[in-house]
């Protein structure tokens, strides 16, 4: 699998990460706790793997995707650990159609963002590859409410930028204000947490 243009993913995770923060993000655990969380779930740039494994607790079909090759290891390392089933698999998210396979449920930690306008569409398309029909996605990004452009963190994302993102093959259910946990802000990075379904 070669890198693609958001970034070589060789370095990523060699060192610690605001967000690696070694628990899921409060509104992810709140959905799974709410039984949002359904079937086969697929956490894409799942990073080490924290929404996979707490999908894999709750007794869910777990997989999680990411390029950076040591993100994938510590996540393996963290489910056995754990004692739990996880598949872990180095792949590109701009390529979920590659994986030939569908999910009922389908996680986005802090990817939507990274992507500028030219990537946006792709990313899309690719997550509605994985998605079945009636099948749920949520997405946690970044939210232009959160001050100091430039200075810390990715481009903000505006209510309307993921409306319009979605607009064509999703029902847009909900998108509610949320909030980051982090290692760099010790109160959180203000975030949208959007719930979508695929027509």
């Not at 872990?88 to 306008?117: K, M, P, Q, Y």
């Not at 029909?133 to 481009?155: A, I, K, T, V």
Request: with cysteine.
């Amino acid at each position: 699998m070669t890198d693609t243009p958001h970034g070589p993913q060789e370095e990523l995770y060699s060192g610690p990460l605001p967000w690696d923060i070694g628990r899921p993000q409060p509104a992810f655990l709140d959905l799974a706790q709410a039984g949002a969380i359904q079937g086969q779930v697929l956490d894409v740039g799942c990073g080490t793997g924290e929404h996979a494994l707490m999908c894999a607790a709750l007794g869910l079909d777990a997989t999680g995707v990411d390029l950076a090759p040591k993100a994938i290891d510590r996540a393996g390392e963290k489910a056995r650990e754990r004692g739990l089933t996880v598949r872990f698999l180095r792949h590109d998210v701009l390529r979920l159609a590659e994986l030939g396979e569908s999910f009922d449920t389908v996680l986005d930690s802090l990817v939507f963002h990274i992507f500028g306008d030219e990537e946006r569409p792709l990313y899309v398309e690719s997550l509605r590859s994985v998605v079945r029909p009636g099948g749920r996605l949520f997405l946690l990004c970044f939210s232009d409410q959160q001050p100091g452009e430039g200075q810390y963190g990715p481009r903000r994302v505006t209510r309307e930028e993921i409306a319009d993102a979605f607009a064509d093959g999703w029902k847009l259910d909900s998108i509610q204000a949320a909030t980051i946990d982090n290692t760099a802000i010790p109160d959180g990075v203000l975030a949208w947490l959007a719930a979508l379904t695929r027509i």
